[in-house]
């Protein structure tokens, strides 16, 4: 029997980035993947034709000589992308009242015009830019360091994304539009850390990003990556029982009794799902095992997917966030033809589990009559949003399609439909942070419920993980940072 040197669950984006590192080192990597194609919640999927991201909107830091550009050159795919940056002057677009807010591209811009919109915050509003870069700064310390966080580090995360922006400034307007973008972060007031705030909102200010061709244009270069340097992915392969002796890894076995050997095995799935692959006897404490299932997820999302009549309706090159008794968020997908009008236009909305659990013994496709009601009756309230401040939207769509929180956990198996893995609390931070290193010998853990979600907090988990094969200092010398 084959023995590899690393057997990875997972091939979303945590698993791909880490076997694309691992195997360009020299490393023979093995990815089990249970879905039928790579990419998780980058999956796209295909209505009349046309190609529509289910998941990823925008990613950021992707200038030359920041850190998501940096580490996509080392993991040898930014020239793989075809990257559309938004507009400068406006990547974010947040209306709240009556008034519109421009966020726009870099740290300089944003105290500028924010400080021209409120006048009298301006001092705060730098202090706020500047706390934002310093905690961003902190990844890059971290992948240096390859340990936990540091003191600093610590402060961030023991510190509300709420409080933190309110010790800035007393404005209430200004309040809301600087978390006026909390639907990408999965924000709650007393709950999320301000490093969850910063880690996204610094990365998107340094610069902002779309994916033309569609966000698994990154998986895929990834999964290409992975292959050429030799590395194996199966699809269709659960992953069933991570299999240890004597605390210490030795591979695992698949829901179809296939087994494979490897000296380090990486779990990307959620870490309640991993630690239910783990044998009573692998060394992991029961107490463990209660409190890391007990943990609360981030929330669920619903998708509203517009599918645009033809030279209909412009494509915006910014995203919009609508605030209001429901925070809405409206993003466009670059033309597939590169015209200037939109092909497809995505609203989304948080959506708890308990709005969609008495459909949860259901499956994709076969949910009834009811569930339909439900998405079209959701759809319909967030096609009005949409349209109230974006007027012609509405009467420019050709079709519509929808998914709940049920879809996401039946694509991805991500626990109730969460999009963004476990949440994240100041209150708890050193339980809801979860360290990449596990007490059972050469079992790692990566993916968007150990550090931070979304593009930036996953790629950066995924190199804090390498950091333990392959060494902090050898990655960051690689990687230059
Ligand atoms: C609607 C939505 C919009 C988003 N928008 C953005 C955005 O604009 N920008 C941004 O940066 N982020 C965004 N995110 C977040 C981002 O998509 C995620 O943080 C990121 O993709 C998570 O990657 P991952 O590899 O950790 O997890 P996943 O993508 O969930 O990958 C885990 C993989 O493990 C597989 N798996 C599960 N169980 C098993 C098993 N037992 N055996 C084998 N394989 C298994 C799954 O099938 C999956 O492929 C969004 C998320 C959602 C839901």
Known sequence: MTKYDVIITGAGLAGLECAAVLSSEGQKVLILEQGAVSGGFFQPFKRRGVKIDSSVHYAGSLDKGQLLHTAF???GVIDDLE???LNPGSFDVIFTGDETYNLPIGHENFVKVLSERFPEESGGIRAYSDELKRTGSLSIQTIRSGGGFSPEGIDS?????????????SNPVLRKVLSGNSIIYGGVKDITPFYV???STNSYIESSYRFYGGADSLTNALEKRV???????????????????????RGVETENGEKFLSKWVIST???AHTLEMLEIDSGIKNSYRERVSALRNSCGLFCLYLLMKP??????NENYHILGDKNVMVSFQPPADKSEYADVVTVICQMDFAEVERWSSTTTGRRGEEYSEFKESVSEELLEIAESRLPGLKGSVLAKYSATPLTFRDYVRTPQGSAYGIMKNFNMPLSTFIPVKTRVKNLLLSGQSINVHGVMGVTVTSLLTCCEI???QYLSEKMKI
Do not use: Q, W
């Open 227 to 249: 292959l050429e340097n030799g590395g194996e992915i199966l699809f269709s392969s659960s992953v069933k029982t991570i299999l240890t002796e004597s605390g210490e890894v």
């Open 470 to 472: 392959i060494g902090p």
């Open 83 to 85: 990257l559309v940056r």
């Open 73 to 75: 050159s080392y993991m």
């Open 311 to 316: 030279g209909s309706f412009p494509y915006r």
């Open 269 to 271: 799935v959620h870490p």
């Open 197 to 199: 705030h910063a880690i």
């Open 157 to 169: 995360i023991s510190s509300g994304a709420t409080d933190t922006i309110e010790r800035f400034t």
